[in-house]
T-cell receptor, first 110, second 117 residues
Framework: DAKTTQPPSMDCAEGRAANLPCNHSTISGNEYVYWYRQIHSQGPQYIIHGLKNNETNEMASLIITEDRKSSTLILPHATLRDTAVYYC???????????FGAGTQVVVTP | AAGVIQSPRHLIKEKRETATLKCYPI?????VYWYQQGPGQDPQFLISFYEKMQSDKGSIPDRFSAQQFSDYHSELNMSSLELGDSALYFC????????????????FGPGTRLTVL
């Protein structure tokens, strides 16, 4: 699976949009981009995934560049409960094992 | 909606003892994954099962074994426990081939915190 690179940390003000970048320059055509987050010691929580097109659900939006070498997770209105480690994972294996790298620690402040 | 259930939530064992962790997947999910997260570390894949057969294997010690039963629940058996086995153990489940052949989204349980003294 392609390797991902994320900033180690970022702060966000409550109520503002949080834009989390992820670089996956070696991604292959059949590889999906998945985002999970982990709130302190809880089970990782699925957020969103995409292949080529931008995606939106009730939690977030995922913007994938046209060359697919990077993506951005957007939390439209960050709340204190969005404080977590966010993981960007590239996945090709149909069996779906997740390889967690060093994600981004997001701290939402009042 | 029903989620992944793990039991027990907390477990304390002595060195060289054995432990069994249980995972009950979301109803109708056919694939189970186990992950280990040591203190201050990211989750690491251990093993997975699809339709009761092992489907993939990661960095799982030989002292550990796992299986998936006919009702799709899974158990992770850990023997000769070591201090370094102290960690959070997460189970996740998915429906393989749920998206027309695309990769299947995994949903995680709350984890079992194992402490080895």
């Amino acid at each position: 699976d392609a390797k991902t690179t994320q900033p180690p940390s970022m702060d966000c003000a409550e109520g503002r949009a949080a834009n989390l970048p992820c670089n996956h320059s070696t991604i292959s055509g059949n590889e999906y981009v998945y985002w999970y987050r982990q709130i302190h010691s809880q089970g990782p929580q699925y957020i969103i995934h995409g292949l080529k097109n931008n995606e939106t659900n009730e939690m977030a939006s995922l913007i994938i560049t046209e060359d697919r070498k990077s993506s951005t997770l957007i939390l439209p209105h960050a709340t204190l409960r969005d404080t977590a480690v966010y993981y960007c994972i590239v996945l090709t294996d149909s069996w779906g094992k997740l390889q967690f790298g060093a994600g981004t620690q997001v701290v939402v402040t009042p | 909606a029903a989620g992944v259930i793990q039991s027990p939530r907390h477990l304390i064992k002595e060195k060289r003892e054995t432990a069994t962790l249980k995972c009950y997947p979301i109803p109708r999910h056919d694939t189970v994954y186990w992950y280990q997260q040591g203190p201050g570390q990211d989750p690491q894949f251990l093993i997975s099962f699809y339709e009761k057969m092992q489907s993939d294997k990661g960095s799982i010690p030989d002292r550990f074994s796992a299986q998936q039963f006919s009702d799709y629940h899974s158990e992770l058996n850990m023997s000769s426990l070591e201090l370094g086995d102290s960690a959070l153990y997460f189970c996740a489940s998915s429906i393989l081939w749920s998206s027309g052949g695309a990769v299947a989204t995994q949903y995680f349980g709350p984890g079992t915190r194992l402490t080895v003294l």
